[in-house]
């Protein structure tokens, strides 16, 4: 393998993500190669898994398994939690993590991050659309300075009669599972089973969209978050706080 200095752009220890600017000299003959990226909001349970890695220092080291489940929320070394996040049973170890999650035909579709010691078959990879989205934000600003509302969530399907009935731009939504205490979501009346499809009228697809609108601009300012409640569609207001780590 080939050797090249780097240095580190930026990183995010609410997702233990990072950019590094690798330093490529002009004498060098062949140019790096990048990796196709997928669509971590394509997946589906149940399809193959490739994971790479260097297991206990051993390079290049490639398990298999499939998806075991999406839409998990998993804590970060920070202590905040990173939603959306891909189960897998493949097999990951000390010197996985950072490696590249790859399905079937060759795309990168999550970045391996952590299993559960002592359990088998428990592994988890951050999905690249959130994986793109941080990435974007650090080689524009370095850093990401993010809004929060104290949700626990993930993407879910919605009802076809709904999504007739309301004319809605899009067929999945953010489903709350659990609200922080004292945060902007429980001023706001948001609650258990609520499915988030706006905010200030942007669709909210899946977890990455909510994500991506809750940006800096956003903090401390009052937003229309526009809900489904059981069958009944509703507005509420909200006031994101900035994201604390």
């Not at 220890?13 to 990048?34: H, K, N, Q, W």
């Not at 971590?40 to 051993?58: M, W």
């Not at 049973?89 to 950072?98: E, I, K, V």
């Amino acid at each position: 393998g080939r050797r090249f200095p780097a240095h580190t752009v930026g990183d995010d220890p609410g997702t233990d993500l990072a950019v590094i600017r690798v330093d490529v000299p002009s004498a060098e003959g062949s140019p790096l190669l990048s990796a196709s990226l997928g669509d971590s909001q394509k997946l589906r349970v149940g399809q193959l898994a490739i994971a790479i890695g260097n297991s206990y220092g051993f390079q290049y080291t490639v398990t298999a398994g499939v998806i075991s489940a999406l839409g998990r929320s998993l804590r970060s070394y920070s202590g905040r939690m990173i939603d959306d996040v891909i189960q897998t049973d493949a097999s990951l170890n000390p010197g996985n993590s950072g490696g590249p999650l790859v399905s079937s035909d060759g795309r990168v579709i999550g970045v391996n991050t952590a299993t559960i010691m002592g359990a088998q078959g428990l592994c988890f990879a951050i999905g690249i659309n959130t994986a793109k989205f941080v990435a974007g934000r650090l080689l524009q600003h370095g850093k990401i300075r993010r809004g929060y509302i104290g949700v626990e969530a993930q993407t879910v399907p919605l009802h076809r009669r709904l999504v007739r009935f309301y004319d809605l731009a899009q067929e999945t939504g953010v489903v709350v599972l659990s609200t922080t205490e004292g945060s902007p979501a429980r001023r706001a009346g948001l609650r258990e089973t609520d499915i988030i499809i706006a905010l200030d009228r942007r669709p909210i697809a899946g977890v990455d969209d909510l994500h991506r609108l809750l940006t800096d601009a956003r903090v401390g300012v009052t937003s229309s978050l526009t809900i489904l409640r059981q069958t009944e569609k509703r507005e509420l207001a909200i006031v994101p706080e900035e994201a604390r780590g």
